[in-house]
T-cell receptor, first 114, second 112 residues
Framework: EADIYQTPRYLVIGTGKKITLECSQT?????MYWYQQDPGMELHLIHY???????EKGDLSSESTVSRIRTEHFPLTLESARPSHTSQYLC?????????????FGNGTRLTVT | GNSVTQMEGPVTLSEEAFLTINCTYT??????LFWYVQYPGEGLQLLLK?????DKGSNKGFEATYRKETTSFHLEKGSVQVSDSAVYFC???????????FGQGTTLQVKP
């Protein structure tokens, strides 16, 4: 059962549009993450947060932005979508350091920018 | 820096065959190691983990042993099923940040 929810599952949108990918978790986890998964299946961390009002850039540079106003909510926004943003975006959360708590992943949003 | 390298896929096996997916890592310090599985259309799920050298993680018939001397964490299963068809990711984490570095993923296809 999924305790971390991503919407929409699929999104096809035109170039230049602003989009927000939603991610919510009901587990009360402090740490949340956004990964970008390319067609070759590799995963790259693009954003993470250790708690409310905390956001950091990940290992892969991304034009997207995130916010963390509530513990349970970690939305990702693209101000102006481009075809290069076409990818699958996975949200994850964890309670403490991963030695004690694994990452819980949502089912992802598959974004296509035309 | 830290990195994870997995064997390239796809790996195609017949049902009940023995599975090995190789994973090697480069890291400073004493990382924790993980295997995640991604079924079609879903997110990743933790399959097993090991937090120190010589630890063996196991779950659902899968096993992996943390080998510090060979910097490896190979995934094995004695008898695969069609339902094991998925993409498998080896991952490394260090410190207590929760940030993981993933391998490139290995697709497993099991045929009846």
């Amino acid at each position: 059962e999924a305790d971390i929810y991503q919407t929409p599952r699929y999104l096809v949108i035109g170039t230049g549009k602003k989009i927000t990918l939603e991610c919510s978790q009901t587990m009360g986890h402090d740490k949340m993450y956004w990964y970008q998964q390319d067609p070759g299946m590799e995963l790259h961390l693009i954003h993470y947060s250790y708690g409310v009002n905390s956001t950091e850039k990940g290992d892969l540079s991304s034009e997207s932005t995130v916010s963390r106003i509530r513990t349970e909510h970690f939305p990702l926004t693209l101000e102006s979508a481009r075809p290069s943003h076409t990818s699958q975006y996975l949200c994850a959360s964890s309670d403490r350091g991963f030695n004690n708590s694994p990452l819980h992943f949502g089912n992802g949003t598959r974004l296509t920018v035309t | 820096g830290n990195s994870v390298t997995q064997m390239e896929g796809p790996v195609t096996l017949s049902e009940e065959a023995f599975l090995t997916i190789n994973c090697t890592y480069t890291a400073t310090g004493y990382p924790s190691l993980f295997w995640y599985v991604q079924y079609p259309g879903e997110g990743l799920q933790l399959l097993l983990k090991a937090t120190k050298a010589d630890d063996k993680g196991s779950n659902k018939g899968f096993e992996a042993t943390y080998r510090k001397e060979t910097t490896s964490f190979h995934l094995e299963k004695g008898s695969v099923q069609v339902s094991d068809s998925a993409v498998y990711f080896c991952a490394l984490g260090s410190g207590n940040t929760g940030k993981l570095i993933f391998g490139q993923g290995t697709t497993l296809q099991v045929k009846p």
